[in-house]
């Protein structure tokens, strides 16, 4: 019947090694991602790298206005599908992006429209500070004025700093702290980013200001 594949796209960045791919998986275990062995351990180990893309699906289903709702891979929601009949649903594309600064032509591509952004920073290292400013900068620049949270991600390691310390590292208003290995966790960072997402399309432009908790617009910065 219709041909876009999904209802919103949700483009996920951050600098090299924050936890881009490990999220979007965590959501979507049938997420297909183009990546390569690092080529030397990053902080003892020894783990991949993107190299273009990580594509995953899910889809928001609730049964009323204003319920956080259900977050599941499209394939697991396609098996259940009966279930949530009469409820409202949304397919949503998450898509990946590579960290590594050189490759910003990969990420333009990758963000073109974008309904919303997450953007990933590792809380337990101050020293990307500097790249995910500049990632951030890139972002805005070619986004515009669309919802975007910044996760403070990694939050199950005992060296990760609070959400608010990463919001002043990056100078940004607001951060929502997330572990991106843990389903919970990232369900809940979706869900909340889907929920301006969604009601900001429905929204005039004065939207109101609960949905600022959770996200800002570009151009608040
Ligand atoms: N403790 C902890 N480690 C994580 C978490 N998420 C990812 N990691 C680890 O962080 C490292 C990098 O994870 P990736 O998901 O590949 O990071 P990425 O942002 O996709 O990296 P690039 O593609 O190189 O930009 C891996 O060693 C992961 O196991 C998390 O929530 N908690
Ligand atoms: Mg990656």
């Given amino acids: 019947m219709e041909l876009k594949p999904y209802d919103y796209k949700i483009y996920v960045t951050g600098p090299f090694q924050s936890g881009k791919t490990t999220f979007v998986h965590t959501l979507d275990p049938n997420t297909i991602s183009v ?25 928001w289903t609730y049964k009323n206005p204003g319920d956080l709702g259900l977050l599941m891979s499209a394939k697991e929601f396609e098996k259940d599908k009966d279930q949530y009949e009469g409820w409202t649903s949304y397919r949503i594309e998450v898509r990946g992006a590579p960290g590594q600064l050189h490759f910003r032509t990969i990420r333009e591509v990758m963000m073109v ?39 403070a991600n990694k939050q199950d390691r005992q060296d990760a700093a ?9 100078g940004v208003e607001y951060c929502y702290g ?9 369900s809940e960072a979706m869900i909340q980013l889907l929920q301006v997402v969604v009601g900001a399309k429905s929204q005039s432009s004065e939207s109101s200001s609960t949905l600022d908790v959770v996200a800002y617009t570009a151009q608040e910065e």
């Fill in 35 to 59: 990546e390569r062995p690092l080529s030397e351990p990053h902080r003892g180990e020894m783990g991949t790298t993107t190299t273009a893309f990580d594509l995953g699906r899910v889809v």
């Fill in 113 to 151: 429209n974008a309904n919303g952004v997450m953007m990933l920073v590792d809380a337990s290292d101050p020293g990307k500070i500097g790249e995910a400013c500049a990632i951030l900068a890139e972002t805005k620049d070619k986004l515009g004025t669309i919802p975007l949270t910044v996760l």
């Fill in 178 to 186: 997330m572990t991106g290995k843990d389903v919970v966790s990232a």
């Fill in 162 to 170: 609070a959400p608010g310390a990463v919001a002043e590292w990056l």
